[in-house]
């Protein structure tokens, strides 16, 4: 869109957000906020630029609170925010990484130019630089399912000459997509010892049992682990954040994929969990060629599967899809699609 309201170079994509994390202006509203804007630090133009600059360009800083109260910076990650911005691709399913267009490559000169233009403006950005602890603490990178128990291998890496014992504290918890936790399921404090230049794997056991009454909207468990080397008194800390995966609907259609010829869709769902699945509500339908459609289940037991199939006749020719989702109180977001061609 153009900006007459903004100097000539800031017209062009737009950022709004209509679901913004704070308000603005009392408001719950985010932009429009120019990209050329938010790239180039130029984020005194309105509106909200400030706000889109720092999604993209936060540092993540991990503090300690001492006995006093106060608090002390014991690490800073500056490459975890804001490491892909990504829509979709025009004419296909793919993704379109865009992150070039929102901020310079991390770590050259015009990146540091960008953040110095920003913090003329009032961009606070951390300025310690705590020396990093010579014990290294990594958690691994998970695909688990929904309602799966599953192994969280801890592991820690002794850079030194010397033997390190570290005191840590695993702390998992549900968290909404906001990163805001609402219940913490886990919580262990095991105390490793690492000889030099090695590392110990330490595992914790996730269960599902704990974790499944509390998930909120999009199923995130985040885990953070913190710990003290006993020798040098320094901290190591380190977070994931594991979405689980929703089981999906699987979707086929049908028929001679001719405009005003009858056609069926059928939808396949499994409940993945022994419990079961009550009230459940399974939706189709498809752009120019079907109308929504509903179905309802008040019951489906744990381990069981089905299908429901629909009829439709389309009304238009061309490439379009079917789409199915299923929404009930113990399972939510998941979906399925279908992509047919409809010839004339």
């Known amino acids: 869109m153009s900006r007459p309201d903004l100097p000539p170079g800031f017209g062009g994509w737009q950022v709004v957000d209509a679901t913004p994390q704070e308000t603005s202006d009392g408001m719950y509203r985010c932009g429009p906020a120019s990209v050329q804007a938010i790239k180039?630090?130029?984020?005194?133009?309105?509106?909200?630029?400030?706000?889109?600059?720092?999604?993209?360009?936060?540092?993540?800083?991990?503090?300690?609170?001492?006995n006093d109260g106060t608090l002390q910076t014991v690490k800073v990650n500056r490459t975890h925010v804001g490491r892909m911005v990504l829509t979709k691709a025009?004419?296909?399913e793919?993704?379109?990484?865009?992150?070039?267009?929102?901020?310079?490559?991390?770590?050259?000169?015009?990146?540091?130019?960008v953040l110095e233009k920003a913090e003329e403006y009032g961009c606070k950005q951390e300025k310690s630089n705590p020396p990093l602890a010579?014990?290294?603490?990594?958690?691994?990178?998970?695909?688990?399912?929904?309602?799966?128990?599953?192994?969280?291998?801890?592991?820690?890496?002794n850079q030194s000459e010397q033997r390190r014992t570290v005191e840590a504290y695993v702390s998992g918890s549900v968290v909404y997509y906001t990163g805001v936790?609402?219940?913490?399921?886990?919580?262990?404090?095991?105390?490793?010892?690492?000889?030099?230049?090695?590392?110990?794997?330490?595992?914790?056991?996730?269960?599902?049992?704990?974790?499944?009454?509390?998930?909120?909207?999009?199923?995130?468990?985040?885990?953070?682990?913190?710990g003290k080397i006993k020798e040098t008194g320094k901290i190591v800390t380190t977070m994931k954040l594991v979405t689980l995966h929703n089981p999906k609907l699987?979707?086929?259609?049908?028929?001679?994929?001719?405009?005003?010829?009858e056609m069926m869709a059928a939808v396949r769902f499994t409940n993945?969990?022994?419990?079961?699945?009550?009230?459940?509500?399974?939706?189709?339908?498809?752009?120019g060629v079907m109308l929504p459609k509903t179905k309802y289940y008040a019951l489906i037991p744990g381990g069981s599967s089905l299908?429901?199939?629909?009829?439709?006749?389309?009304?238009?020719?061309?490439?379009?899809?079917?789409?199915?989702?299923?929404?009930?109180?113990?399972?939510?977001?998941?979906?399925?699609?279908?992509?047919?061609?409809?010839?004339?």
Not at 275 to 285: A, D, G, T, W
């Open 181 to 226: 936790a609402s219940h913490e399921f886990l919580f262990q404090t095991p105390t490793v010892t690492i000889q030099p230049k090695k590392s110990v794997k330490k595992m914790v056991m996730v269960e599902s049992r704990n974790y499944m009454d509390h998930l909120v909207e999009q199923a995130n468990l985040n885990f953070i682990v913190t």
């Open 94 to 113: 793919t993704r379109r990484d865009i992150t070039d267009q929102y901020k310079f490559p991390e770590g050259t000169p015009e990146e540091r130019t």
């Open 90 to 92: 025009v004419g296909n």
């Open 40 to 66: 180039h630090g130029q984020i005194c133009y309105p509106f909200d630029a400030a706000f889109v600059f720092a999604e993209v360009n936060s540092d993540c800083v991990f503090y300690s609170r001492k």
């Open 307 to 344: 299908t429901c199939t629909e009829m439709f006749t389309p009304q238009r020719a061309g490439r379009t899809r079917v789409f199915a989702t299923l929404d009930c109180s113990g399972l939510r977001q998941v979906s399925g699609q279908a992509s047919i061609n409809i010839e004339a």
């Open 250 to 261: 699987i979707v086929e259609v049908t028929g001679s994929s001719k405009v005003n010829e």
């Open 134 to 157: 010579d014990v290294d603490v990594v958690l691994p990178t998970l695909e688990v399912g929904i309602g799966n128990d599953f192994e969280l291998n801890l592991e820690f890496i």
């Open 272 to 287: 993945p969990f022994t419990h079961n699945l009550e009230e459940v509500y399974i939706r189709m339908e498809g752009p």
